[in-house]
Each structure stands twice: as structure tokens, then as C-alpha cells.
T-cell receptor, first 113, second 113 residues
Framework: DQQVKQNSPSLSVQEGRISILNCDYT??????FLWYKKYPAEGPTFLIS?????DKNEDGRFTVFLNKSAKHLSLHIVPSQPGDSAVYFC????????????FGQGTTLQVKP | KAGVTQTPRYLIKTRGQQVTLSCSPI?????VSWYQQTPGQGLQFLFE???????NKGNFPGRFSGRQFSNSRSEMNVSTLELGDSALYLC????????????FGEGSRLTVL
């Protein structure tokens, strides 16, 4: 039972354009959502998070949007840069105070120069 | 500040053997979580330890076990290895497991032949 789904295995965008990565979840108990980025041969690194009491959180070029009624969140990267090319994982948890995150399968983003 | 250190980075075992992986968290971090990453499956939660106690457990068979020492270092063990156990095993630490912001190590890549 995949509680967090990233339905697009890959995404390719041109440098300078917007990248939009999507994530759907099924468990209404999830209260906290995160995005991680992973380069080959490295561990995932935290990118941005959002609590369920918000619908948007912004950090520089990265913005996460949460639509609780649709159980959907998205990560926007504007403008996209070649260094953003990586695998992006969406994750969710029912509480912020836990090391147990439920991850999606990941989306590979390629930003072309 | 040193990051999360995992050893060994690579190892090859045969079916039926057992393996022990080690994780040293960031200094001051008391929560250690373990994840398994396989192609197409994303990251799947194995277990979380906090102050030497298992706080959360994922849906893995009893062949997968772990422990945490008083200095917060953690080990995970997989007994009676199966081909399907071939994966990247990632360790993550956080101060208390709070905010969900986990700091991951580079992982231990296990190949079972």
C-alpha cells in the first residue's frame, strides 16, 4: 500500500524554466510533508517542508504547495538550474517529532542547459 | 561538524549469511533511523532508535534488527540474507526526530549473491 505516490518517474525541463514535481498521499493523518533531494552516491538532503496548517512555504527558488482536500502537494523550482538535476523524494509523516517518514518513489529531474 | 557516517560503504554477501551495518550520527543527535532503498521502491522505513530504545518500526521481517548504543551510534543487522535484501541502506539522524528534518549518511550498499 503506497501511501505517498510520485506518479512521474522523470521530468525534463530547460534551464531557467519552472520545474513542478508532484506528490499525492492517501493517509489523512499525515500532518507534515517534506521534500528531499538526492544526488548519485550521496544520501538524501533536506530541501523544504510544510505543515498541514499551511498551504504554501517558500525558500528561495523552492516553493512547496499543499492542497489538503486533494491530498496533493507540489514542489516548484524557479528558475531551474542544471545543478538541480537530481532525484526528488516527497515524504510525509503524521507528526513532526519522528524519524519515521513515508517516502514516495522519487522523481528524477533533469535540467538541460 | 561531521556528518552522518556509515560503514561499510559497500559490501557483498551470499545468501544465508548475515550482515551488520554501522551508523555514527551527527554529534548531539539522539535519534537514528534506518531506511532501505531499492530501485522503484523509494525509501522504506526500517526502524528508529532514540536514547537506546526502538521508538518506531517499519514493516520488515524479524530478520532485520537494530540497536543503539549509549553514545547514539547505531547498528542494524540482517540475518539469513536473501537476494531481495540487496539495496542501499541509509541511516539518518536528528536531534530528537523533531521537525522531520533528517540528516542522511551516504549509505551502505549491500549486494547479496
Amino acid at each position: 500500500d503506497q501511501q505517498v505516490k510520485q506518479n512521474s518517474p522523470s521530468l525534463s525541463v530547460q534551464e531557467g524554466r519552472i520545474s513542478i514535481l508532484n506528490c499525492d498521499y492517501t493517509n489523512s493523518m499525515f500532518d507534515y510533508f517534506l521534500w528531499y533531494k538526492k544526488y548519485p552516491a550521496e544520501g538524501p538532503t533536506f530541501l523544504i517542508s510544510i505543515s498541514s496548517i499551511k498551504d504554501k512555504n517558500e525558500d528561495g527558488r523552492f516553493t512547496v504547495f499543499l492542497n489538503k482536500s486533494a491530498k496533493h502537494l507540489s514542489l516548484h523550482i524557479v528558475p531551474s538550474q542544471p545543478g538541480d538535476s537530481a532525484v526528488y523524494f516527497c515524504a510525509a509523516t503524521p507528526t513532526s517529532n519522528t524519524g519515521k517518514l513515508i517516502f514516495g518513489q522519487g522523481t528524477t529531474l533533469q535540467v538541460k542547459p | 561538524k561531521a556528518g552522518v557516517t556509515q560503514t561499510p560503504r559497500y559490501l557483498i554477501k551470499t545468501r544465508g549469511q548475515q550482515v551488520t551495518l554501522s551508523c555514527s550520527p551527527i554529534s548531539g543527535h539522539r535519534s537514528v533511523s534506518w531506511y532501505q532503498q531499492t530501485p522503484g521502491q523509494g525509501l522504506q522505513f526500517l526502524f528508529e532508535y532514540f536514547s537506546e530504545t526502538q521508538r518506531n518500526k517499519g514493516n520488515f521481517p524479524g530478520r532485520f534488527s537494530g540497536r543503539q548504543f549509549s553514545n547514539s551510534r547505531s547498528e542494524m543487522n540482517v540475518s539469513t540474507l536473501e537476494l531481495g535484501d540487496s539495496a542501499l541502506y541509509l541511516c539518518a539522524s536528528s536531534v530528537t526526530g523533531g521537525t522531520g528534518e533528517l540528516f542522511f549518511g551516504e549509505g551502505s550498499r549491500l549486494t547479496v549473491l
